[in-house]
């Protein structure tokens, strides 16, 4: 994770955390290796957005976070004790992503969309989704973010990501080892009001590890329309 995605620190229910099974009030996370002694990404206290469902739409929350500490265990290290933390509080589990860190937000509703689109998808060398764009409107614009794909050396494919804006093209991702390449838009929208995207891309060059990656405007410079903040990878093994 990168110094500016743990000033910003984004949890994803979906990966990475898991319910601690008291109900819709805690959350537990874990980030990055398993260690006896992690460093602590959020504080209790810390300002904390959430995106919540709102009916058929979505909405942004401001609130105080409420953290503590608890021990667990990872089959994969034996039988020691590790350290988590657990997020408290009403509706914890019910955000979709949680977002800390001093930059500019609002409460209220946001322009946003769960789409789970896959821009292209590859498994042991035989396609399985063709190449597939996807088309998102915010503030009359209309954006686009495709996957495009070429020969690379021997059976190895060129891998990229783009986002378009008209004629303004921001590549996203790239990699020119792809085996497997996978490509999947999981959710858009525009999270801090400026009429730029923010996105969550999941992309994968071998089959044995996805990385899910976070883009947000607020900290995009130059040319650019987004900017990737972090990442967080999870094994397939």
């Known amino acids: 994770m990168s110094a500016l995605a743990a000033a910003l620190l984004v949890f994803v229910t979906v990966w990475g955390v898991c319910e601690s099974g008291a109900g819709d009030a805690t959350v537990d996370f874990i980030i990055g290796a398993s260690t006896p002694h992690p460093q602590s990404f959020l504080l209790d206290g810390d300002v904390l957005w959430a ?25 994969a290290r034996g039988d020691e004790k590790f350290t988590g933390q657990r997020l408290l509080g009403p509706g914890a589990s019910q955000a979709l992503i949680h977002l800390a860190g001093s930059w500019t ?12 689109h896959v821009l292209i998808d590859y498994s042991f060398g035989k396609e399985i989704t063709p190449p597939t764009p996807a088309t998102f409107a915010i503030g009359g614009r209309v954006f686009r973010v495709l996957a495009e794909l070429r020969p690379a050396d021997g059976t190895l494919k060129s891998l990229r ?77």
């Open 105 to 116: 937000l609002q409460e209220g509703p946001v322009v946003f969309a769960k789409t789970d």
């Open 161 to 237: 990501v783009i986002l378009e804006d008209g004629d303004e093209r921001q590549e996203l991702y790239a990699s020119g080892q792809a085996t497997d390449p996978f490509a999947a838009l999981e959710w858009i929208g525009d999270l801090d009001r400026d009429g730029r995207p923010d996105l969550l891309l999941s992309v994968r060059y071998h089959y044995s590890t996805v990385s899910h990656r976070l883009y947000l405007s607020s900290f995009a410079a130059g040319k650019e329309l987004t900017r990737h903040v972090g990442s967080i990878e999870v094994s397939l093994d």
């Open 51 to 75: 995106l919540l469902p709102d009916g058929g739409a979505y909405r942004l929350a401001k609130r105080a976070a409420q953290v503590q500490l608890y021990e667990y265990e990872n089959p």
